[in-house]
């Protein structure tokens, strides 16, 4: 569901392990790629997240498709879902085509009631075989962003999903690459092992979330929606000590292989 934002402020990677060492620093997102298939739970996921690194890629000349499961009909509070609905695929639709994504879709999963079961994994499954991706990038799946800001049930189960889905088409595939297996699995996660720097793309990624303004306008009224969005987006892409040249980037963990 997505009554609250989907991803809090960014939270540090780095620091100290329990132990009292130094964690490692994320190193530079893979480039050897051109097709990236984004699958997340609802409408505005990829703009809480991920966007302004989205907008680098496709900027690039790279493919980008997204891929939601639900229309994020049960996100606006006080509207129905029939009329959300519609509502929050248009400004997704307007959103992607700010960070240069044409290919936008909905597979018609229930909002707030998402489940990690054979019908979504078949769906996502489905997907990746028509898209063909080089690498697949999903939203965070583990249970909290940090100390007392939980994730959503419905990104859980979809992130479980997702990795179930990945494993069986690659199990079913086997190691070679020739059917065109995904090659990798990424989160946008807290405790990134991967970074794009996304300087001069900061700005496209705050016009891109603004799109959702009918969501956002009803989720924080007082605020006006294109300080929500940017508030947000400089929060997801703040600068880590020590990387990029303390230029704002984009954290992703990768899962597989
Ligand atoms: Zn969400």
Not at 24 to 48: G, I, K, M
Request: net charge negative.
């Amino acid at each position: 569901m997505s009554e609250s934002p989907d991803l809090p402020e960014k939270t540090e990677p780095t620091g100290t392990t329990p132990g009292g060492g130094a964690a490692a620093l994320p190193e530079p997102f893979p480039s050897d790629w051109t097709r990236c298939l984004v699958l997340v739970a609802h409408p505005d996921d990829p703009e809480y997240g991920m966007s302004a690194a989205v907008a680098r890629w496709t900027a690039e000349g790279r493919s980008v498709v997204y891929v939601l499961a639900s229309s994020g009909e049960a996100g606006i509070e006080g509207m129905s879902p029939a009329i959300a609905g519609p509502i929050r695929e248009e400004e997704q639709r307007r959103s992607s085509a700010v960070v240069g994504v044409d290919e936008v879709e909905f597979l018609g999963f229930p909002d707030s009631r998402i489940v990690n079961n054979a019908a979504l994994r078949d769906a996502i499954a489905d997907a990746i075989r028509r898209h063909r991706p080089d690498i697949v990038v999903s939203l965070y799946s583990g249970p909290e962003f940090g100390p007392g800001m939980p994730n959503q049930s419905d990104h859980m189960e979809f992130g479980a999903a997702v990795g179930a889905a990945y494993d069986d088409l690659v199990a079913a595939v086997g190691v070679d690459a020739a059917e065109g297996r995904p090659q990798m699995w990424f989160e946008s996660a807290p405790g990134p092992t991967h970074y794009v720097e996304v300087t001069g793309f900061v700005e496209p990624a705050v016009e891109a979330l603004a799109q959702h303004s009918e969501y956002l306008s009803v989720l924080d009224p007082a605020t006006p929606v294109r300080e929500q969005a940017r508030r947000q987006v400089e929060a997801v892409c703040a600068p880590i000590e020590g990387i990029a040249g303390g230029n704002p980037v984009v954290g992703f963990r990768r899962m597989r292989p």
